[in-house]
């Protein structure tokens, strides 16, 4: 396995899959799309998820970003 690379909030992230965000915002978007649109979390997830390759994908033209069907944790 590779080392990883430092990062300011290591600990935060090794701790995302377990506890999530810390901003009580995106808590709050959740339950909103869940308890308002009556969204399913999976409908959610894939929102997130897409968001953020999108994000990635700008950033560098990450080619992992843009692909990677099986790379998500969420079922598609």
Known sequence: MLPR?????????????????KNPAIADLVWQLAYHRGMRVVEIERIIEQALREELAKG?????????PGGGNAPR
């Open 60 to 68: 560098q033209g990450d080619r992992e970003a843009k692909s990677s």
């Open 5 to 21: 690379p430092h990062h300011p909030d290591n600990h935060e992230l090794d701790d995302w899959h377990q506890y999530g965000p």
